[in-house]
């Protein structure tokens, strides 16, 4: 396992020893970062594949291959950072409606991906979750999904989950009728829906970063995104690296969080 920084280096640079250097722009924004105000669960957006394709005359999955370096990058500054959580979306319920290539291509790279990033997930001690209506993928892949889970649950410092065939929509419905089977009488409350979600146990997101500049939650995390801080970058998902999560990460530490009332709450006292 990953042992974070050296002896001589303090604070949250020291998690980025030999990463980043000391005159980059990356060490600048470090430096601006409040170790103790992170967001404790971070929600991302992957958008702009298609777009970064097409400006460079290329096929739209070479757009999502381009991507997965940029998730490569995010996971990895996620986890030198500390932040506790992070969920991608990856595939929405809805993305079945593309040519069945771009959806094959997708299912390839996801497992090019998890086998690839295997040993690099373990050495970040990372907790990877798939989440959404898995039991519709294709078999190979819930495979791999699997595999991972399995050999990361007892990870502790980040938990990475990634959302495939999901809707925020048919979360909620799924964990309605998993009241209805359990017999669970009315009236419920928050909690009994809340724990029957995919992302039952974990904090709400925080913050909800979107890129490629599109102002819309599409379908993602309904319910827990309810005070979540919204960040829309410009940069095409395969453009965004390390150095676009700290500037959001910064960006999220200036906002005031106010939960409906009229001062300022960390999340931590939020009840
Ligand atoms: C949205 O861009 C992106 C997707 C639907 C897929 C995201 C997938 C990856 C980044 C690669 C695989 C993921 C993992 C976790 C390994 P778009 O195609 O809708 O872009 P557009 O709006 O520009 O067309």
């Known amino acids: ?34 170790a103790t105000n992170l967001p404790r669960h971070v929600a991302v957006i992957m958008d702009g594949n298609g777009r970064w394709a097409r400006r460079r005359g290329l096929p739209r999955v070479e757009g999502h291959r381009a991507g997965i370096d940029a998730v490569k990058s995010i996971v990895e500054f996620a986890a030198r950072l500390g932040i506790p959580q992070l969920t991608l979306y990856a595939f929405s319920a809805e993305n079945w409606k593309r040519p069945i290539d771009e959806v094959n291509t997708l299912w390839s790279l996801l497992k090019e991906f998890l086998r690839r990033e295997y040993p690099t997930i373990q050495e970040h001690d990372i907790r990877f979750r798939a989440i959404g209506r898995i039991s519709e993928l294709p078999e190979s892949v819930r495979e791999e999904l699997l595999k991972v889970e399995f ?35 009315g009236p419920i409350g928050e909690e009994d829906l ?22 819309r939650i599409s379908n993602f995390l309904l319910w827990q995104i309810a005070y979540a801080e919204i960040y829309v970058s410009e940069v095409l998902w ?34």
């Open 238 to 271: 395969p453009d965004f690296r390390g150095l676009d999560f700290l500037e959001a990460i910064v960006q999220f530490q200036k906002r005031e969080r106010r939960y409906g009332g009229l001062e300022s709450r960390s999340a931590e006292t939020l009840s």
């Open 151 to 185: 050999d990361t649950k007892a990870n502790e410092r980040m938990d990475l989950l990634i959302a495939l065939n999901y809707s925020g929509r048919l979360e909620l419905v799924d964990a309605v009728n998993q009241l209805l089977s359990e017999r669970v009488r």
């Open 194 to 215: 809340a724990s029957r979600l995919y992302t039952s146990g974990l904090p709400d997101p925080d913050f909800l970063i979107r890129t490629s500049g599109e102002f």
């Open 1 to 34: 396992m990953l042992d974070y920084g050296g002896p001589i280096m303090s604070g949250l640079v020291r998690n980025f020893e030999g990463v980043v250097g000391p005159d980059s722009a990356e060490y600048a924004l470090i430096q601006q970062i409040d």
